[in-house]
């Protein structure tokens, strides 16, 4: 396979940007509070593995506190202050991200391991346009198509997962408030980071305090806030897993719930693709964000006919994916998040050794110390391969071939998962034919990880419910609304 051609001198962000602190509190009614149990973990760099500081763990009792606040604030000020001025705050939010922009993009890369060429270019601008769009509803909800003076829900518990913390955040938190209810949020236990910049963000744009609550911790805190009876609504994004419980546990609760779940996304390319641009939009469908993304093109369906051409153009392409330094601004694949989700990347591409496809990885260094894994092929998989049916959530593409485009199509849905797929091809009909066949949530026609705040996104079967962004993402936020 060609050796990189191209020698780049290292070009690191400064990471005197941002200033973190040694500890912190969580974030209730506006004020930074200590847990009450005092508890805290420590949250490190994945890609080095230096602690970069200690995250409050917060209890049930802490849980109590939040979400009193956060009905306080929705009864005393939120939920009497007329869309409009609501909508001022959070473009005040939006503004103030975009200021910030550059120490929002070195934290979030520090704290989970991405490059800083994505945190930059697409987690932090995305952030800020949610709240953006957002913005624009708060005063408009009445041509929503919602019904006439819709109303919010009150109170919204809100857990997002490690991979796009801002993002997450930011789409969670944007229709919430667009939409008059206050929150109580619960970032992921290994990036709290840059939710925990977000409560200073707040108290930046001086809103009223409780409106906003963040409270970090693991597991345990988010099953608190689920099950806290003062919560009206939930919105989850994580694993199917998670969501399961979530929907268990709030079973005839009277909350309401949207989960943003797993995917295993069909990425299919017809003979008749433009080839070169496939291949981009393959490495961008399974390398971005090291491929933990839920909506990553981890399955490619190939026509027969082109598979070999396109495996060679494929590995080319991926001797050129430079792995290392995330704060390096060359760097195209950053660190895995954690040693718990390294380890199920590799447990996963064992069983495809095993299972009898065979593993390509281009040849890349490593870096000795945090955690990484190269960017990998699987060839040879069949649809009983475990790498074909269960979510790797890491830098791992599974490829299986077709012959028929009907084959294709039975292949891509052969899946509990519905939450995203790829086609390419030249022709308009095909992709119209192919896309109302697939039972996929979003569907990308000749590119790939395409995202606006202005388009619904979310899942059939196993993906989950209810849709976020867009017209449809704000309706979960209001009472009676579909
Ligand atoms: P996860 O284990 O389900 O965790 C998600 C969040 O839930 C974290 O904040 C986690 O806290 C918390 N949590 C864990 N156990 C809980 C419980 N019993 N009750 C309430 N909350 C609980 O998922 P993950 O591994 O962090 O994230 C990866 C998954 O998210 C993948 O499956 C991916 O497909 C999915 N995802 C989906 C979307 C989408 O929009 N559909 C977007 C991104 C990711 P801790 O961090 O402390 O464990
Ligand atoms: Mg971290």
């Not at 602190?21 to 847990?35: C, D, M, S, T």
């Not at 990425?267 to 839920?294: K, L, S, T, Y």
């Amino acid at each position: 396979m060609d050796k990189n051609p191209f020698e780049y001198a290292p070009a690191p962000e400064s990471r005197a940007l941002v200033s973190i602190k040694g500890q912190y509190g969580l974030f209730i009614n506006g004020a930074w509070v200590e847990p009450k149990t005092k508890d805290k973990f420590s949250t490190i760099n994945p890609a080095n593995e230096e602690v970069l500081s200690k995250i409050s763990q917060a209890s049930d009792s802490d849980v109590d506190r939040a979400v009193k606040a956060a009905r306080a604030a929705y009864l005393k000020t939120w939920s009497k202050m007329p869309g409009k001025e609501r909508g001022k705050y959070l473009f005040r939010i939006a503004r103030i991200m975009q200021e910030r922009a550059r120490e929002f993009a070195v934290l979030e890369t520090l704290d989970n391991g991405k490059p800083i060429r994505e945190s930059r270019d697409v987690d932090v601008p995305l952030a800020a346009a949610h709240f953006f769009y957002h913005a624009g509803w708060a005063d408009k909800l009445d041509h929503a198509g919602l019904g006439i003076n819709p109303k919010p829900h009150g109170v919204v518990g809100q857990i997002i997962p490690w991979n796009f913390p801002l993002l997450m955040l930011a789409w969670k938190i944007a229709p919430a408030l667009a939409t008059g209810n206050t929150v109580v949020l619960k970032p992921a236990e290994t990036t709290s980071l840059t939710a925990l910049l977000f409560a200073e963000v707040c108290q930046q744009a001086e809103l009223p305090a409780g409106v906003v609550n963040i409270i970090t911790g693991d597991g345990a805190t988010g099953a608190a806030l689920v099950n806290h009876p003062g919560i009206d609504k939930i919105a989850f994004t994580g694993s199917t897993e998670v969501g399961k419980l979530i929907a268990r546990s709030i079973a005839i609760s009277g909350k309401s719930a949207t989960l943003e779940l797993g995917g295993k996304a069909a990425n299919i390319v017809f003979e008749d693709a433009p080839i070169d641009e496939a291949v981009e939009g393959i490495v961008n469908g399974i390398f971005f964000n090291q491929g933990h993304v839920c909506c990553a093109g981890s399955r490619l369906i190939v026509q027969e006919n082109i598979y070999d051409d396109l495996l060679v153009k494929l590995k080319r392409r991926m001797s050129l994916i430079r792995v290392g330094d995330p704060l390096d601004k060359n760097t195209d694949l950053g660190a895995i998040n954690s040693a718990a989700q390294l380890a199920k990347i590799k447990e996963l591409s064992a069983s495809g050794d095993t299972e009898g496809a065979f593993r390509w990885s281009p040849d890349c260094q490593l870096p000795s110390k945090g955690f990484w894994f190269a960017p990998t092929i699987f060839t040879g998989v069949t649809q009983s391969h475990r790498i074909a049916r269960e979510e790797i959530f890491g830098p791992v593409l599974s490829v299986l071939t077709f012959r028929t485009p009907q084959e294709a199509i039975e292949k891509a849905n052969n899946t509990p998962y519905g939450l995203s797929a790829g086609i390419w091809s030249e022709k308009g009909s095909r992709i119209l034919w192919a896309s109302k066949a697939l039972k996929a949530g979003v569907i990308w026609a000749n590119t790939f990880n395409k995202f606006d705040p202005a388009s619904p996104f979310g899942g059939y079967k196993e993906s989950g419910w209810g849709r976020e962004g867009g017209r449809h993402g704000l309706a979960p936020y209001l009472k009676g609304a579909k």
